[in-house]
């Protein structure tokens, strides 16, 4: 039986003015249940992933360090939406004979909000190990996880000033209530699969009240709802993303909540009950409710 999936590869960016950025590629999957490859296809001539130094008919073998097998078609391309600098491992054939190169993409957002490409760099007959020197970026690893449970009514709160605050969401912004009746999440709970961080357990937030959405703190600190493709977080493949949160036990039972893609920015809760991510990070405490 085939396995073959065609799909265009993007980026989000949250400031830019489409939030879903195409790099001017498409990831395609080719191969039988015994054995997939990925290759990068349709590239468009200028733009980003063309830019970067890769061309139709590359086969994809790494991102950001990690081998792409075990990785399925939706994991890879949650994977790139949520990586900058993002280094694509390919392999060419040139004469019959395998090439490796990885190229290098670091976008940024200019002052119009578009996208442009900060860096953009391929190194030719060379490994990820050898480019890993070469490159004047810092690539952030891939990070990927495995599907633990779920937990149903899962409420945050957070005090200050003897005032009581729930972290909630209306289904377009992130922001503190006063009713706990409308803040309440299912918790997906999961392992680190690689890399482990001690004391950090990642999670994702969904509100029940809208169950194909969830928190994400993005690359540029902006605490934000995305799309939340279930079967994608909950397979044998899940991928590195800024659905992620990183809840970590402070004092006593309380918590904090870390982005997953920008360390050491946590959820807060600001002067208006508006939820933003700052280093400074408010604590919460967790409940969960067994029935209603």
Known sequence: MSHYRNSRITVNYSRAKDTFTFLGGNLV??????????????????????QAGIRSEDRLVTINYRDVEGLNH??????IRCLNPLMLGVERTVDGATVPAVGVLDIAIGDDFNPFAKFAGVYYNTTIDTARELIPLDVPELYVYSYLNTENNVYYKTTSGGIDRWLSTDGSTVFFGENKTASQFKKYIYNFARNPQLGKEPVILVPASHPDLCLAATKDNILMLEYFPEEAFTGPSIPGNDRFLFRERTAGQEFILESSVAEGYYITRADDDSAIMTPNGSKFTELVQTSE
């Open 29 to 50: 999957q080719r191969g039988t249940e015994q054995e997939v490859k990925f290759f990068i296809e349709g590239v468009v001539n200028g733009q980003f992933i063309y």
């Open 74 to 79: 939706d994991a890879l391309l949650e994977s």
